[in-house]
């Protein structure tokens, strides 16, 4: 598999004025089908991401980030958010051959949901608790039931809004997320998209996980206020109970989700998607200095 990475903070100071770009960085990684590293570079010269190859993709490899890298998870750059997703992003990332049925046969991919293999995923999130319908079969033998085909995330009055994205005629799988933050009165507001989606033979996109969340953080304290999701898209019908837990986060300071999030919503207390999805709140305070 062969990844590419780009991401970017921008400042908008007035609608009808061009962006600023503050910060961007990029990486491209040639990784195995099970997920291990043999090669990443990157334009950014912060640190060296090459010294990442070997490593396997997962939680692991999240730790490995934050012992190696603590200046880029420190100051919230876009390179360690990229890095960070490499865990997330390379597990979903062969769900896109089941779009291309075609183009898995002529590169004699076997892909197969076995519905017993399920079983070694139970519990390790909640819509593979014990008793779902992940487990059971009941929606039959794969994921594409709740799957919903999605337009382009480019909104025609925003076209700067997001980093080009390329178009690619083989398979492929994007993970897409914005981070939008603003001052409102004493408190800061963000919301927080998340997409992945593979490409299908005739051009469109296919979604499995899209989430929206708003949250409101005390701009004095830095604490979680409120926080909404919405569940747009997801592979299972218990997914979206997860949202119910969201309360538990209440209070706590932002820039410590990344842990807290995984300490407070383990397992079936939590989805694994919405969970990456809040973790990237810890970019907040990053983003609001740039407004002050």
């Not at 597990?91 to 898995?104: K, M, N, S």
Request: proline share 5%.
């Amino acid at each position: 598999m062969q990844f590419v990475g780009c991401g970017r903070d921008i400042l908008t100071t007035e609608q009808d004025h061009p962006i600023q770009v503050l910060v961007q960085d990029d990486f491209t990684a040639s990784v195995t089908m099970d997920r291990k590293i043999l090669s990443i570079e990157s334009c950014c010269r912060r640190c060296d991401v090459s010294a990442l190859a070997g490593f396997t993709g997962g939680a692991y490899l999240r730790a490995v980030l934050q012992e190696r890298f603590p200046d880029e998870r420190k100051a919230g750059t876009p390179l360690y958010l990229l890095l960070d997703d490499l865990s997330g992003a390379s597990l979903i990332a062969g769900w896109a051959f089941t779009q291309r049925p075609g183009y898995v046969d002529d590169f004699n991919i076997q892909v197969v949901e076995d519905p017993s293999l399920r079983q070694t995923m139970m519990n390790v999130c909640l819509g593979f608790a014990e008793g779902s319908t992940s487990l059971s079969g009941e929606l039959g033998s794969t994921t594409s039931e709740r799957c919903a085909v999605v337009k382009s995330l480019v909104n025609p009055e925003d076209p700067d809004g997001w980093p080009v994205m390329a178009e690619y005629c083989e398979t492929s799988m994007r993970r897409a997320r914005r981070i939008d933050v603003w001052p409102e009165g004493d408190v800061t507001r963000a919301e927080v998209y998340f997409q992945d989606t593979a490409s299908r033979a005739d051009g469109s996109r296919v979604a499995v996980h899209e989430y929206c969340l708003q949250a409101t953080i005390d701009t004095v304290s830095g604490t979680l206020t409120r926080l909404d999701a919405e569940p747009h898209i997801l592979p299972y019908p218990e997914c979206p109970n997860a949202i119910a837990n969201l309360d538990r986060l209440i209070g706590t300071p932002v820039k410590e989700l990344r842990t807290t999030v995984l300490k407070r919503l383990a397992r079936i207390e939590g989805c694994t998607h919405l969970n990456d999805a809040v973790r990237s709140l810890a970019e907040v305070p990053v983003l609001a200095n740039y407004l002050s």
